[in-house]
């Protein structure tokens, strides 16, 4: 089992293979589908995004509210399928490194390969035992957006599968 | 007639929400235990006792199985001598809100399919009202969430495509939903009845006990037969194969027109959480 610590360079991300198992240490970003439309409209807007991916992990997950004293409630991972139409303009944008959960269109795979980027995945509905990694929490962007906003988190051992590696490789049967 | 009053109606609601979320049907949880001891891929076997374990951590330090605690799906069974002198549907929303808000669970619905805008304390419900004989009230809740709610579909096949056409149509939905609805997967399925009467179908077949068998012999023969095709198909928990993709299958079927086969497949993921309470 690979260990690795974010921010993630270059050469770790590349060395990632499909189907390799991997524990995951460090600040991860969280972002669905409310927040991935908010980061391409900032992109036509803008061009560029409001927080640099460039290294780091965006996490598809929409939390349950935390109870007192607790920095997260459950927290697995959503379907990243409905990520890929906005994956397509951020990944070349330098949100190169993802988690969620289930297969991805075509025209994402192609992107992924062509901007050597990779896509993990985290077991859908254990969003409890997951919640035991997380450390931190707080709200980075859109708290308008509640679960949906953006949040840093800290993880220590968060365990996730590479699921398409950079070469194109795919795990999914 | 039995007057049921409207904050019993409410406070079993409330109640039935927040311990679903976090506390699996014991049926489920030995489902998956035996779903565990027969696989011999060592992921998929390793993926089972992380599911098996979290619904533990869930019941033990009450949180919720799964961030998506849905929408909340609500079957009453009203007996034909039960008063309830109340706007209903209003109070089921009242205990979900209650409940969305007690059980720190996540609000998941929005206003309108298009506006979008979240309203907040996951109403409304979706609530569906049989009558039953009786002076009892039956409450099914269950809190369905959208990645394997997202993966069902509907068909109306011709009558010619017969049992083959349903298996081919409901292998075809599993291969589809593949990791993305979270098996191992329980399926209900309904056959017949019309467009909307399918759907319906389907998603009693869900409120179904997990080790019952279909009453119908023809319905009970569909269910082993597509259970065996299901598990054959190599989809494996969370998509990336071994023995099991399904943990049961349920079919549910009503009479239909001579020239209707409509068939429905509602996909519930390994986190199904349901309960039910007689009043
Ligand atoms: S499909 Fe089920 S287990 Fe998976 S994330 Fe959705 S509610 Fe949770």
Do not use: W
């Not at chain 2, 374990?53 to 799906?73: F, L």
């Amino acid at each position: 089992m690979k260990r690795i610590t974010t921010p993630i360079n270059e050469e770790t991300r590349l060395s990632l293979r499909a189907g390799e198992e991997v524990i995951i240490s460090g600040k991860i970003y969280t972002g669905r589908d409310a927040a991935h439309k908010r980061f391409v409209e900032h992109l036509s807007a803008n061009g560029s995004l409001p927080f640099d991916f460039n290294e780091q992990i965006i996490y598809y997950t929409g939390p349950t509210p935390e109870k007192p004293g607790m920095p997260i409630g459950a927290c697995g991972p959503t379907s990243s399928y409905r990520m890929d139409p906005y994956s397509i303009q951020l990944m070349p944008m330098g949100m190169k490194i993802m988690i969620g959960k289930g297969e991805r269109d075509k025209a994402f795979q192609s992107k992924l390969v062509e901007t050597k980027s990779v896509y993990l995945i985290a077991i859908g509905g254990i969003g409890a035992i997951l919640s035991k990694t997380v450390k931190s929490s707080k709200t980075l962007l859109y708290e308008d957006l509640s679960s949906e906003a953006v949040r840093e988190l800290e993880v220590v051992d968060f365990p996730v599968i590479v699921a398409y590696d950079a070469c194109g490789n795919s795990i999914f049967k | 007639m039995r007057k049921i009053d409207q904050s019993i109606l409410i406070s079993n609601i409330k109640q039935l929400f927040m311990n679903a979320a976090v506390s699996l049907d014991s049926k489920v949880v030995h489902a998956l235990e035996e779903a565990q001891k027969i696989e011999s891929f060592a992921l998929a076997r390793s993926i089972l006792g992380k599911i098996i374990k979290n619904q533990e951590i869930a019941r033990n330090e009450d949180i919720p199985i799964c961030q998506d605690t849905g929408v909340a799906v609500v079957f009453l069974e009203i007996g034909t001598e039960v008063f309830l002198d109340y706007d209903i549907e209003a109070a089921v929303n009242e205990g979900v809100r209650q409940a969305y808000f007690e059980g720190y669970l996540r609000k998941s619905v929005v206003n309108h399919p298009l506006e979008r805008k979240n309203t907040l304390d996951n109403t409304p419900a979706i609530v569906h009202i049989k009558q039953i004989p009786g002076d009892r009230l039956i409450i099914h809740a269950a809190p369905k969430g959208a990645g394997s709610e997202n993966m069902s579909r509907l068909a109306m096949l011709p009558p010619s495509a017969g049992v083959k056409g349903i298996e081919s149509f409901v292998l075809e939905t599993v291969k589809l939903a593949g990791g993305k609805a979270c098996p191992p997967l329980i399926l209900g399925i309904g056959i017949g009845g019309n467009f909307e009467k399918v759907a319906i179908l389907a998603k009693t077949a869900l409120f179904r006990s997990l080790d019952d068998v279909a009453e119908n012999q023809t319905d009970r023969e569909l269910e082993e037969s597509l259970k065996e095709l299901v598990n054959s198909s190599d989809v494996g928990p969370m998509g990336l194969g071994g023995a099991t993709t399904c943990l049961a299958v349920k079919v549910n079927s009503y009479p239909c027109h001579i020239a209707s086969l409509p068939v429905a497949v509602n996909i519930q993921c390994h986190a199904a959480r349901k309960k039910t309470v007689i009043l």
